[in-house]
């Protein structure tokens, strides 16, 4: 097992009559983000503090190279982890933040000024991390996960409070952690950014894992053999295409969803009966609606609908 390995396994927690953990197992691999995600209870950040041991399972495993966080050495040189942005001292500096933890780990100084400027804090460093908005704590909590300059980083939701620039840097900057050979674990609610970061994503729900599988896959299963067609002739397509044993939805204005027939015969079919068509095309569901499909029955709270009462 590399050192960068995250290996989960069966973990149990029972809060009261809470089941918050169900038998959870999955494992990160270094070289890739993976995104862990799920609706409001499901498990993950009760997950991430037995991982980084603030709890303790009721039973089960989970392990960073094959040591439970307990017994590693220097740990803060083995994972870097953000789990709580505000979790600092707000009459102290940026940097002072940063060389007590250096301190307490035998770190350099000069550990502290690389990582302010490879998080791009350097402009606001001497300042009273009190006054930082919600993207600097981020990043501030960044730099201190990366002191160490460990294999494994976990993030709980490190988009939060980032600007648009600031999530453009978030996105590459994931990449560029996995791409050194990390093992990158990130919980995040932001399906879009996730779809654009991870290259792996382990879904959970009521405590347990729903799927454990690259992005690219699940994107594939939940958009099916549908195919996406743009027409400005739409009530002959769906009639030419229905008469051969499609279901058709029409999705918008010119837009129809084709299921049962491939996108060659579509093609074929719209040719045959004169039907001008600007598009027909594989449909693909974005990673937000194959999410939603997936975790639809591990919901815990629901709202009754979408209006506004008067």
């Not at 996108?263 to 719209?270: F, I, S």
């Amino acid at each position: 097992m590399s050192d960068a390995t995250i290996a989960v396994s069966g973990l149990r927690k029972r809060f009261g009559s809470t089941l918050a953990l169900d038998g959870m197992s999955f494992t990160v691999e270094p070289g890739q983000v993976t995104g862990f995600v799920g609706p409001n209870g499901a498990g993950k950040s009760t997950t991430m503090r037995i991982i980084l041991g603030l709890d303790a399972p009721d039973a089960g495993t989970a392990l960073i190279g094959g040591q439970g966080y307990g017994s590693l050495r220097r740990p803060l040189s083995r994972v870097g982890a953000l789990l709580d942005a505000g979790a600092l001292q707000p009459g102290r500096s940026g940097r002072n933040h940063l060389l007590w933890l250096a301190r307490s780990q035998g770190l350099p100084r000069r550990r502290v000024d690389e990582v302010t400027a490879l998080v791009g804090l350097e402009p606001a460093i001497r300042r009273k991390a009190g006054g930082y908005s919600l993207g600097m704590r981020q990043r501030l909590g960044i730099a201190a996960a990366l002191l160490g300059d460990p294999p494994v980083v976990i993030l709980d939701e490190p988009f939060n409070g980032m600007d648009p620039e600031g999530i453009v840097w978030m996105r590459g900057f994931l990449r560029s952690l996995a791409g050194e050979g990390r093992s990158v674990l990130v919980s995040s609610h932001l399906m879009g950014e996730l779809e654009d970061t991870a290259g792996h994503l382990v879904i959970v729900g009521r405590g347990r894992v729903i799927a454990d599988t690259s992005v690219r896959e699940l994107i594939a299963a939940a958009s099916g053999d549908r195919v996406t067609l743009r027409t400005s002739a739409a009530a002959p397509a769906v009639m030419a295409l229905e008469d051969a044993g499609a279901v058709v939805t029409v999705t918008g204005p010119g837009t129809l969803t084709v299921s049962g027939l491939p996108a060659e015969k579509v093609v074929a079919l719209l040719g045959a009966n004169t039907v001008p068509f600007s598009e027909v095309s594989p449909h693909r569901v974005t990673l937000e609606e194959a999410y939603l499909a997936l975790t639809q029955e591990a919901v815990e709270y629901r709202g009754a609908g979408s209006g506004v009462a008067g």
